[in-house]
């Protein structure tokens, strides 16, 4: 009884203490608000009106940074332009009266014929401007719906203002129809500069009016997955950063000129593969991205941009040169004789 009158000597907390079980709570529950609010208004969001630097009208979509400037046909999404702000130099024919920027060959379930869709069949097509400054970069979405066909959607990123584009494409199709090949970008309208880089063994400058057709990987006519542009101190720089080193088809076809176009017109395009070609039903997303960029220098800057993506990304590059890497076989490193008939 006489422990009971005393006044306690436990020590804790009082109810009004900010320290008390409900004030925590409460303030918990209020950095878990305020960390959600941060990740909605960082992370990528799609934008309703035009971002800066967009400028939509009847006429165009436009698509630019401070580098690099892209128009797009409204109806269609065809590439009308491509123009490197710095030289003010256009890539692309605006007097050769052909756009286009994407073909794919399908075929039907009812037949063996191949069907030729492309980003100028009849389609309901839309658009988004999606941005993301965290990352300091915004991503045009292009999409072609194809009744209950199949769809189509291009994804067109800028890339840190520093004149760069990334490219991807997803094709979605229905049980009805097989994915055979899709080629994006598709490009009829190259204006032909001074001279085009090739990736021929270890390199080779061309002249403008040369055309050719190769698939990738294979060491002969490209042995690197890229080519360039080239005119006066400047370039444009086409690639596919593919680390896992998936077959693609570069083809750069030199179209003879007319009165019209006296100097011709290059007609450019990258093919893709996807697994199990033919498959009812397939789909594809692009597994790497395809690259533009456009440049200020000659072709050794090229080759630069080239080299800085694929020594640390590349699986055939990253590990190292050949004589520290680990990984390859004794039998290699001890083989007695080496046969190349191919020179």
Request: glycine content about 4%.
């Amino acid at each position: 009884r006489f422990w009971t009158r005393l006044p306690s000597k436990t020590v804790g907390l009082r109810e009004d203490s900010l320290m008390s079980p409900k004030y925590l709570w409460a303030i918990v529950f209020l950095v878990l608000n305020a960390i959600l609010l941060w990740v909605f208004f960082h992370s990528s969001s799609p934008v309703s009106t035009p971002v800066q630097n967009e400028k939509v009208s009847e006429d165009e979509i436009i698509f630019s940074d401070d580098f690099i400037e892209l128009i797009f046909s409204p109806n269609d999404h065809s590439l009308v332009s491509l123009r490197n702000l710095h030289t003010d130099v256009n890539y692309l024919n605006s007097t050769f009266g052909q756009y286009s920027l994407w073909h794919a060959t399908v075929s039907s379930k009812h037949g063996n014929a191949t069907l030729l869709y492309s980003n100028d069949t009849s389609a309901i097509t839309s658009y988004a401007i999606y941005t993301s400054p965290k990352l300091k970069e915004k991503t045009l979405s292009l999409n072609w719906k194809f009744n209950d066909s199949f769809d189509v959607t291009a994804n067109i990123t800028l890339d840190r203002k520093i004149g760069r584009t990334r490219w991807t494409i997803n094709f979605s199709s229905s049980m009805e129809y097989s994915l055979w090949m899709i080629s994006y970008p598709s490009l009829p309208n190259i204006v032909p500069e001074d001279q085009l880089l090739k990736t021929n063994q270890y390199g080779l400058i061309i002249p403008r009016t040369s055309s050719f057709q190769t698939d990738w990987p294979q060491g002969g006519v490209i042995s690197m997955q890229f080519l360039a542009y080239l005119s006066a101190n400047c370039g444009l720089y086409v690639a596919t950063h593919d680390p896992l080193g998936y077959v693609k088809r570069f083809s750069n076809v030199y179209l003879l000129p007319n009165v019209d176009h006296p100097l011709g017109t290059l007609a450019l395009s990258i093919v893709h593969f996807p697994d199990h070609t033919g498959k009812l039903g397939l789909g594809y997303s692009s597994p790497y991205q395809t690259i533009l960029e456009v440049y200020n220098g000659d072709w050794w800057d090229a080759s630069q941009i080239y080299r800085q993506w694929v020594l640390p990304n590349a699986i055939w590059c990253k590990q190292g040169n050949i004589r520290t890497r680990k990984n390859i076989p004794e039998w290699a490193e001890k083989i007695g004789l080496y046969v190349n008939p191919g020179y």
